[in-house]
């Protein structure tokens, strides 16, 4: 079975600086996504970044980039410039690509404290 | 595009007594998938219909169940409510086409059991 380990239960970063969540899983499959989502206290699950397993190049978007390390099966989200609005609680998770079917795979999550 | 819905958003019941939750997904999407949050056991999920069919289901008791309709709109209903079922109720959607498979959330249901 999968499964999605986020070890760091909180962060902290100040404002306009770097941090980085990271993510590790497992699986024997070879196909797959891995996602990033954002949960702020409205508790509205947002889509971060995505990235899939067949693809080398790390995905990024604006100021939110991935490090992803399929042999060490690691799927880390760094984020740039940080924002009082990048304050949330942080989701890894993991889709299987050829079955496909619905189920995400999520880690424990990682609460993200942004300080001004 | 209008984002995924889910109605009530709020939910107060009583131990034993049954309640159904509902989702629209996006316009033109057909996959839905439901997931459970609580404090203790994080997210976990529920089921996934895909054109009026449940092609997954997590392990969860026979007293959660589901539905698709033909408008890709999907219900989900809870029979006999137990105390531990007191959670946010999150479902999601997704396109299923040509390597689109994120699945984008809607503002979940809080379900109280009393």
């Known amino acids: 079975a999968q499964t999605v380990t986020q070890s760091q239960p909180e962060m902290s970063v100040q404002e306009a600086e770097t941090v980085t969540l990271s993510c590790t899983y497992d699986t024997s499959e070879s196909d797959y996504y891995l996602f990033w989502y954002k949960q702020p206290p409205s508790r509205q699950m947002i889509l971060v970044i995505r990235?899939?397993?067949?693809?080398?190049q790390n995905a990024t978007e604006n100021r939110f980039s991935v490090n992803f390390q399929k042999a060490a099966k690691s799927f880390s989200l760094k984020i740039s410039d940080s924002q009082l609005g990048d304050a949330a609680m942080y989701f890894c998770a993991y889709l299987h690509g050829s079955s496909n079917t619905g189920k995400l795979i999520f880690g424990q999550g990682t609460t993200l404290q942004v300080k001004p | 595009k209008a984002g995924v819905t889910q109605t009530p958003r709020y939910l107060i019941k009583t131990r034993g007594q049954q309640v159904t939750l509902s989702c629209s997904p996006i316009?033109?999407?057909?996959?839905v998938s439901w997931y459970q949050q609580t404090p203790g056991q994080g997210l976990q999920f529920l089921f996934e219909?895909?054109?009026?069919?449940?092609?997954n289901k997590g392990n969860f008791p026979g007293r959660f169940s589901g539905r698709q309709f033909s408008n890709s709109r999907s219900e989900m209903n809870v029979s006999t409510l137990e105390l531990g079922d007191s959670a946010l109720y999150l479902c999601?959607?997704?396109?299923?086409?040509?390597?689109?498979?994120?699945?984008?959330f809607g503002p979940g249901t809080r379900l109280t059991v009393t």
């Open positions: 999601a959607s997704s396109l299923v086409f040509q390597g689109s498979y994120e699945q984008y």
């Open positions: 316009s033109g999407h057909r996959s």
């Open positions: 219909y895909f054109s009026e069919t449940q092609r």
């Open positions: 990235q899939e397993a067949y693809k080398q």
